[in-house]
């Protein structure tokens, strides 16, 4: 039995909106592009997936892919170098916000910025703005989360924001926070559609089964929509900016006629399949593992605790104050 994330991101098909963007609204900054990346496995196996990405929608030239050393670099000015003496004209760094912060201040240093430097939804980030003040003004970012600067639009932004502000106000506000978000609602919604079908019981091979079965999911407005049960990456999305030191949505605007729809931009291209070898492109849980549930159900008695003097009411896990979420189940 296969499990799904709420956004999903298989190793073998990408979201490429956002390069289709880039190759459509700057194409001149495409003719010189230098991929950076750090030296270690998964960091390559990044670049390398954007690499062929960036093939696949067409119009990009890459010229340099440069590794650096992912535990930190003493001196980026021979990196700043490099990219000042090819001439490039786009950057895209695999990494962390720090790590470009780094490369920023090197490439200032000696008078050097590239006109496009494009990046992906981590960072996304006050780490990368704070870090780096007016050197990231006009870094462009890609996105599939609904703006936390455009939360008074966004319910369910805004409930996820006043909830890290009550429960967790020194925690880090951020993508990952957002998912891990969608992911609980996305598990509370197959749990108690588990429950309604199965007499208050949940088990794990219900829980997988309901959640297939969602096909339409946006986390109640957490981010684009997406399709849980083909494990495929949104092809919807959209392009920020970094504007006086804050970022402000670029693509689309809302209202116009790329807005497919809450303020995302959905192509019908917009998700492509990767021909490279990145690893195990399978997806679920080994098949032999067994069910728990089922296991104590054939266990002797003495390992069992005493029934109810009743039977329990139908078990609900959704919270009562986490607003209704949206869901929407695949036919039988």
């Known amino acids: 039995m296969a499990w799904r994330r709420p956004i999903p991101n298989p190793v073998d098909v990408r979201s490429a909106g956002w390069f289709e963007w880039a190759r459509d609204n700057r194409p001149e900054d495409l003719e010189r592009v230098a991929v950076l990346y750090g030296n270690v496995g998964a960091t390559e196996l990044v670049a390398r997936q954007t690499v062929e990405s960036m093939e696949v929608v067409g119009g990009f030239t890459i010229v340099d892919e440069i590794p650096y050393n992912a535990v930190g670099e003493a001196n980026w000015a021979p990196f700043a170098q490099r990219l000042k003496d090819n001439n490039i004209t786009m950057v ?140 495929s990456p949104p092809a919807c999305g959209m392009m920020l900016v970094v504007r006086d030191g804050e970022f402000a949505r670029l693509f689309p605007e809302r209202g116009s006629a790329e807005d497919d729809g809450g303020g995302w931009n959905c192509s019908p291209t917009g998700v492509i399949t990767l021909n490279g070898d990145y690893g195990d492109v399978t997806v679920g849980v080994d098949p032999a593992r067994p069910n728990w549930i089922r296991q104590l159900r054939r266990c002797p008695l003495r390992h069992r605790r005493p029934p109810p003097a009743s039977p329990p009411p139908p078990l609900r896990v959704l919270h009562p104050r986490l607003a209704p979420i949206r869901r929407r189940r695949r036919d039988a």
């Open 92 to 231: 895209h760094l695999v990494g962390e916000p720090a790590t470009l912060v780094s490369l920023m201040r090197s490439m200032d240093e000696i008078g050097y910025r590239p006109p496009l430097i494009l990046q992906e939804t981590n960072f996304y980030d006050s780490a990368m703005t704070d870090g780096a003040g007016e050197l990231a003004e006009g870094m462009v970012v890609r996105t599939v989360y609904s703006p936390l600067e455009e939360a008074d639009q966004s319910p369910a932004t805004a409930r996820y924001l006043e909830l890290m502000e009550t429960y967790n106000p020194s925690g880090k506000i951020a993508g990952l926070g957002i998912q891990a978000m969608s992911a609980y609602l996305l598990f509370v919604t197959a749990a108690n559609a588990c429950a309604d079908l199965n007499d208050g019981v949940i088990e794990r091979e219900c829980v997988l089964e309901q959640a297939l079965s969602v096909t339409s999911w946006d986390g109640g407005g957490l981010h684009a929509p997406t399709n849980p049960s083909t494990n």
